[in-house]
């Protein structure tokens, strides 16, 4: 079973910074992919930032804010947000799939930015 821990959300301030991150555990076949997605009340879940075999892709509406890394060692992705606004406020979800393209998820953390 593999289990998806994140941390890191919590309450800041527009133009502020946080920094989430997603630990997998368990029995996990080689990591393929690692990505962030964040879904608002009312809102489907979107891609927020993924990172595939090094390479990282950027929804547009976090291009130049948002950075994600890995580290492999540590089965661990980060996602470092800058210059937060209030329309980043979701809820945070960590998305692991492997080379047999099983699928996990995190249960979320959740961001809020204030105005």
């Known amino acids: 079973q593999v289990h998806l821990v994140e941390s890191g959300g919590g309450l800041v301030q527009s133009g502020g910074s946080l920094r989430l991150s997603c630990a997998a555990s368990g029995v996990i076949w080689k990591i393929n992919s690692m990505a962030w997605y964040r879904q608002a009340p009312g809102w489907q879940r979107d891609m927020v930032a993924e990172?595939?075999?090094?390479?990282?892709n950027y929804a547009d509406s976090v291009k130049g804010r948002f950075t994600i890394s890995r580290d492999n060692a540590k089965n661990t992705v980060f996602l470092q947000m800058n210059s937060l606004k209030p329309d980043d406020t979701a809820v945070y979800y960590c998305?692991?799939?492997?080379?047999?393209?099983?699928?996990?998820w995190g249960r979320g953390t959740q961001v809020t930015v204030s105005s």
């Open positions: 990172i595939t075999r090094g390479v990282p």
């Open positions: 998305k692991v799939v492997d080379m047999k393209a099983d699928t996990y």
